[in-house]
């Protein structure tokens, strides 16, 4: 038997699981492990620092499992703690493992999607404050203009199966509008949040029309399919068994409920005390 060397997927909840989603429809034959740190979401709101003690944790048990590769598929960790961990830890955890994010996969290409050269970026508090967005696209596109807006309701919203509901429209269009009114020019809008595609129909409701509405999940897969190809001793390392694994940090009851709305399938996931973990994955069904 080989032990599994799956490819590890993380968020503070479920929204990473629109990312997964994506990338094992573009990436099928590869085996997954997906965490979500369920019991101190949302990472939001927290500090930079409690943050990055969060995500180095979780970091550490992926690699625990045999994972050679992680992507932060949660916009807050990558924007609060991926450099730190890139740049400080890894040498010292795993050197020839790797650990990657979502913002920079974005805003590689996100100028490709506009013509105005105005964009707006919708995302959590956290994301926000952080700056990291602005940061980015100023290196890759200093020609564009970027606004931003904090929806702090709309995580909440799709976590409580609200979405769908007429009494979603009022938390919605209120940053539509609002984002809109900050410069009219805006002709692209990023969904920096993995929940916010969950959104997705109720967002175009009140877009006005030439506006492009960007999701992550698309933008990410693509990317790891191009990053794999040109690093082909880490890919080579990664096993293709096409198995899937969910762990949480919480109910696994709640987390299944949550989950398959996410992720689009039914999800059967595992409990995991990242205090008291050991390594678990011998092999991926």
């Not at 939001?44 to 690699?63: A, H, I, K, M, P």
């Not at 539509?176 to 993995?194: E, P, Y």
């Not at 899937?244 to 996410?262: G, P």
Request: with cysteine; glycine share 8%; aromatic share 10%.
């Amino acid at each position: 038997m080989v032990t599994a060397q799956p490819i590890g997927i993380f968020d503070s909840g479920y929204g990473g699981l629109t990312v997964m989603k994506e990338i094992v429809k573009r990436l099928p034959q590869y085996d997954y492990i997906y965490l979500g740190d369920n019991a101190r979401a949302p990472y939001g709101n927290r500090s930079f620092d409690t943050v990055y003690r969060y995500t180095l944790q979780c970091v550490e048990w992926f690699f625990q499992q045999g994972c050679p590769l992680v992507i932060l598929a949660c916009n807050t960790a990558s924007a609060k703690a991926l450099r730190t961990i890139q740049q400080n830890d890894l040498e010292k955890l795993s050197p020839d493992n790797r650990v990657l994010g979502v913002i920079r996969p974005t805003t590689e290409i996100i100028g490709n999607f506009t013509r105005s050269r105005k964009i707006g970026i919708l995302a959590t508090n956290g994301t926000v404050q952080s700056g990291s967005y602005l940061i980015e696209i100023e290196k890759f596109f200093p020609d564009i203009t970027v606004h931003q807006e904090a929806c702090p309701m709309w995580v909440p919203i799709v976590e409580n199966n609200e979405h769908q509901q007429p009494g979603a429209d009022y938390f919605v269009k209120k940053h539509i509008d609002h984002i809109m009114r900050a410069d009219a020019g805006i002709d692209t809008l990023l969904l920096a949040c993995t929940h916010y595609p969950l959104l997705r129909d109720k967002i175009l409701q009140f877009l006005p029309a030439g506006v492009t509405l960007v999701s992550q999940g698309e933008i990410v897969a693509g990317s790891l399919t191009d990053y794999l190809g040109r690093h082909t001793e880490l890919e080579n390392r990664c096993t293709k068994n096409g198995g899937r694994v969910f762990y949480t940090t919480d109910s696994t009851e709640d987390f299944d409920n949550h989950a398959s709305i996410f992720f689009g399938q039914p999800v059967r996931s595992n409990h995991v005390d990242l205090d008291n973990s050991i390594p678990v994955v011998d092999h991926i069904y």
